[in-house]
């Protein structure tokens, strides 16, 4: 059985916006680029954002400090960012992990992560450790394409 | 009105967005809505799609706007009791290993005898620190402790003893990118989703963390649970006992992997 079309690009169908809208258009596997709803899209050149991934990766921290990683900020583009506490991910033994957020008791935070802009090409990943202990976050960054 | 050209694949020499006509581009670019991507006025700021994005600062590693791509999702279903502080967790999923490892080869260029050096023909950028090295003449379990400037000779864990043109596999195991949501449900449909900072994480204290996600990139059972010689990856869900009650936990476990930190 012959494949359905699901890459589109140029003029639109009724089911993309129409003939008078142009983009680019991938569709999930079986499903019809030319008719499929919008949630069974891979990729719609329509779409605000694409949620691109500008770095992930793991920042060690000096312990009683702020520990500072550059990036370059592709322009000057907003970005967004994610942080997440990790024991010791590829280390050995049974807490090889990374967490969504540090589970430690009390009201004080433990640790700040931040992102700021700098300059016009230049953003900087501070991470604030205020528990005497040197480690590792787990940090992602985004460009943000919203309008 | 004509609406503005929003893709540009192929040749760009869009000097607003960096490039030149004696330095053209190539790729595919999708500005915003209202945008014209051909128009020498139009900024990074204003793509919603970007291939065209690099960084060598010392110390990240880029992914050059890699975009996530779901290997598995679904959603479990969480128990929470009324006692107070008690921790509850699950398993979200598991998945063997070799579906989050990176691999690749290199050809030995001179052979080594009881060295920890070793130099390959080729540079590799895909090779780093961490990386598990088997291969003829490999003893033990050796992986790679530092590389050199120009990338073409790795430092050992231990001394080896290998035959010139021999190809050594390097490969690593990575971290998925792990997401989850909460949701508090009546009988079996979710009717609140809770985010970090909305949902207790105990009583005692009174900090707002929501659902949380641990993920062991390996060393675990086809059920998560721990286990040395494990060739299993998982992702828990845990919280702390806030109110009682079903909770919905949904799942994404996404690519690309998490990269360690090359420092």
Same mark, same amino acid.
């Given at each position: 059985m012959a494949e359905c079309p699901r890459v589109l690009a140029g003029k639109a169908t009724t089911a993309r916006g129409g003939s008078s809208v142009d983009g680019l258009w991938v569709s999930r596997a079986g499903q019809n680029v030319y008719s499929c709803g919008d949630g069974d899209l891979l990729f719609d050149s329509r779409a605000p954002s694409f949620g691109q991934i500008l770095l992930l990766q793991e920042i060690s921290y000096s312990a009683s400090g702020t520990t500072t990683q550059d990036y370059l900020n592709q322009g000057g583009v907003k970005t967004y960012f994610f942080w997440w506490y990790t024991?010791?991910?590829?280390?050995?033994?049974?807490?090889d992990r990374y967490t969504l957020m540090r589970p430690t008791s009390g009201t004080g935070s433990s640790l700040v992560v931040k992102n700021e802009k700098i300059n016009s090409t230049t953003n900087r990943l501070s991470v604030t450790d205020a528990t005497g202990v040197a480690g590792k976050v787990v940090v992602m960054v985004l460009k943000e394409s919203g309008q | 009105m004509a609406e503005a050209k929003r893709i540009l694949l192929g040749k760009s020499v869009n000097t607003g967005l960096g490039h030149a006509a004696n330095a053209p581009k190539h790729g595919l670019w999708i500005s915003k809505t209202?945008? *014209?991507?051909?128009? +020498? $006025? $139009?900024?990074? *700021?204003?793509?919603?799609?970007? +291939?065209d994005l690099l960084d060598n600062t010392e110390g990240i590693t880029t992914k050059n706007g890699q975009t996530f791509g779901v290997k598995y999702s679904g959603a479990v279903t969480l128990t929470v009791g009324s006692d107070g502080n008690a921790k509850y967790e699950k398993l979200l999923v598991s998945w063997p290993e070799s579906t989050f490892t990176k691999t690749t080869t290199g050809v030995v260029n001179g052979a080594t005898s009881s060295s920890t050096s070793v130099s390959i023909d080729t540079a590799d950028a895909s090779i780093t620190v961490g990386m598990t090295v088997t291969g003829s003449g490999i003893s033990g379990t050796v992986t790679v402790t530092a590389l050199s400037s120009n990338a073409l000779t790795v430092t050992l864990s231990s001394a080896q003893s290998i035959a010139d043109d021999v190809t050594l596999t390097f490969s690593i195991i990575y971290a998925p990118l792990v997401f989850v949501q909460g949701a508090k449900g009546t009988n079996s449909s979710p009717t609140t989703q809770y985010g970090a900072g909305s949902w207790y994480r105990d009583n005692q204290t009174n900090v707002n963390y929501g659902v949380l996600a641990e993920v062991y990139p390996k060393n675990r059972t086809s059920v998560g649970a721990y286990d040395a010689n494990g060739t299993y990856g998982a992702a828990w869900c845990f919280t702390y006992a806030a109110s009682a009650g079903d909770y919905k936990v949904y799942y994404a476990v996404c690519f690309p992997g998490i990269d360690i930190d090359p420092n």
């Open positions: 024991d010791d991910m590829y280390g050995g033994g049974s807490t | 209202g945008y *014209d991507v051909t128009a +020498s $006025t $139009t900024t990074p *700021d204003e793509l919603a799609f970007n +291939s």
